[in-house]
């Protein structure tokens, strides 16, 4: 799946985030989940995420904008956030700690994850970083207020998007809006 892997010096924000998130998995035990993505290995794709039905054929995540974080609560400092919007399982969006840099992603909506390609803010390098999804959770989105049968493992949804997520979120669509 992946046309190419090379290693590379993660850089120090992607670095934050990866700690921040390897804390959150390893106290919920997710550890195994981001091992890869701790040990700094770099992975690049040119596979463009497909969409993903779920059996009903209804898509994993519905389509609208979401934030999400290791906090319920926006910009706790030490917290690690993503924002992105999903269409038609095609996902684009960010990760990021308040008052730091961010780091775009896209990717996709699968049965049991987000499979998604992080591109670190510095030196441009992908990596490969999953997100497994817990089903049977309602989330609610920004769009109509849209149901998604989704919650992220070591995320929490958090309900008020702000105008600083939206910015972000409007940067990463800009740059990578067409891989979804």
Excluded: K, W
């Amino acid at each position: 799946m992946h046309s190419s892997t090379r290693s590379m010096q993660t850089p120090v924000p992607f670095r934050r985030i990866q700690a921040a998130l390897l804390t959150a998995a390893v106290s919920i035990g997710l550890g195994s989940a981001l091992v890869g993505l701790a040990s700094g290995s770099s992975q690049a794709s040119d596979v463009v995420p497909s969409q993903t039905l779920t059996q009903a054929g209804e898509a994993i995540v519905a389509d609208g904008v979401y934030l999400y974080g290791q906090s319920s609560e926006p910009e706790q400092v030490g917290s690690a956030y993503m924002v992105f919007e999903s269409r038609s399982d095609r996902l684009v969006g960010a990760f990021y700690m308040p008052h730091s840099s961010f780091d775009c992603f896209y990717g996709s909506a699968e049965p049991d994850q987000l499979a998604l390609m992080v591109v670190d803010s510095y030196e441009q390098g992908i990596h490969s970083f999953d997100v497994a999804l817990q089903s049977n959770s309602n989330v609610a989105s920004s769009v109509g207020g849209a149901i998604a049968p989704i919650a992220l493992e070591g995320f929490q949804p958090v309900a008020t998007l702000s105008e600083n997520d939206y910015r972000i979120l409007e940067v990463c669509q800009s740059q990578y809006g067409d891989q979804i």
